[in-house]
Structures are given as C-alpha cells and as structure tokens.
T-cell receptor
Framework: RKEVEQDPGPFNVPEGATVAFNCTYS??????FFWYRQDCRKEPKLLMSVYSSGNEDGRFTAQLNRASQYISLLIRDSKLSDSATYLCVVRNNFNKFYFGSGTKLNVKP | EAGVVQSPRYKIIEKKQPVAFWCNPISGHNTLYWYLQNLGQGPELLIR????????DSQLPKDRFSAERLKGVDSTLKIQPAELGDSAVYLC?????????????FGPGTRLLVL
C-alpha cells in the first residue's frame, strides 16, 4: 500500500468553479502535511501547509482529518492559472517526506 | 535570493555510461534532498543530508547510485552504470533545517534520458 494516495484526475472544471481534492495517508503517526503545486515540466512548489485546525489562504482551503487519515484541498473561484498538478505530501514520524502521485487540474475558459 | 541550482538541466547518455548531477542549495539551508520523479508520479526520496551527513539513504540503490556532500553545501549524485530505467527527472531540494516543518525548495531538476 502506498504511503500517500491521490486521485490522479484529471479534474476538468470551468473558470469560477469550486473544486476539491482529497488525499489519504497510511501512517497514523504522520506529523506534517502539505500541498505542493507542480506545473508541467517544472519543479514542485509549496502551495500551503495543512494544520490540524484547517487553514485558508485566499481562494485555497486545506483541511486535515486525522481520524480518517485524509487531507483535502478546496479551490474556490478557479482561475485558468490554477491548472496544474497538485501533490499531497506527508511527513512521517521519522522525518521522511512522502509525495502522492498528484491530482491534475484543468481549468477551462 | 538565489534558488536551488542544478546542473545540467538535460542529459542524454547511452546505457552503461556514468552520469553525474550537481546541486547547490539555497545559502544557509542545512538539509538537502535528492529525489527521483518518473512521469506521472510524485517525487521519491533517494537521499537526505543534514549538513554533510547522509541521514536517510535507505531508498538509494547503492549498487549503482552514490552521492556526496563533502563540505555540507553543494552535492553530487552519480549513477554508474546507468540503465534504461534510470530515465527520469532528478530533483534536488533544500530546507533550512531537519525539523521537518520547513518548506522544501526544489531546484528545476535534471532531465535524464538513457538510450
């Protein structure tokens, strides 16, 4: 079983739509959680960390559910520029980072 | 502030040849990571350094891969001999500490094609 699992998508949504991705992790002792964004043929870049209480950054909201071992990312009012692959990242209790395979988002005009 | 620098950006070699990748992390970042990313997959850790010490190399195929970070700054990853299945993007990342809470900053990667 993979440490981190994501739906690969693609999610095809129109501009202005709200879209949500989930990610599940297998190690209940995982310590930290992140969402990274990766554009085609570019390096991953941190989008946001995910805190236990949930956190919001503009149009982006991240939630953590430790009981069910999943994290989510909600994007409101999608922009064309949001088109990318979104990587779920989990740090375990041995300071090791695991990346999901990514969820591809296509925002259409 | 300069980001993580990697070279070369692209490399094409024939199988069984050696290849080396170089990474210069962001100044002051103690932790350095080498990842391998295959198409359609997320990055997979090869090795993690804390200063000059390799603190996690459990995923490094040591029969053909080696890495060093002699002075705790820049790092080199080597493959000898390369195999067809080594074709991938090799990403270097750095972070300010090994606390694990810090953001990882990635370099642009080296795209390797083994023929």
């Amino acid at each position: 079983r993979k440490e981190v699992e994501q739906d690969p998508g693609p999610f095809n949504v129109p501009e202005g739509a709200t879209v949500a991705f989930n990610c599940t992790y297998s190690n209940s002792a995982s310590q930290s959680f992140f969402w990274y964004r990766q554009d085609c043929r570019k390096e991953p870049k941190l989008l946001m960390s995910v805190y236990s209480s949930g956190n919001e950054d503009g149009r982006f909201t991240a939630q953590l559910n430790r009981a069910s071992q999943y994290i989510s990312l909600l994007i409101r009012d999608s922009k064309l520029s949001d088109s990318a692959t979104y990587l779920c990242v989990v740090r375990n209790n041995f300071n090791k980072f695991y990346f999901g395979s990514g969820t591809k988002l296509n925002v259409k005009p | 502030e300069a980001g993580v620098v990697q070279s070369p950006r692209y490399k094409i070699i024939e199988k069984k040849q050696p290849v080396a990748f170089w990474c210069n992390p962001i100044s002051g970042h103690n932790t350095l990571y080498w990842y391998l990313q295959n198409l359609g997959q997320g990055p997979e850790l090869l090795i993690r350094y804390e200063n000059e010490e390799a603190v996690d190399d459990s995923q490094l195929p040591k029969d053909r891969f080696s890495a060093e970070r002699l002075k705790g700054v820049d790092s080199t990853l080597k493959i000898q001999p390369a195999e067809l299945g080594d074709s991938a993007v090799y990403l270097c990342a750095s972070s300010p500490s090994d606390r694990g809470q810090e953001t990882q900053y990635f370099g642009p990667g080296t795209r390797l094609l083994v023929l």
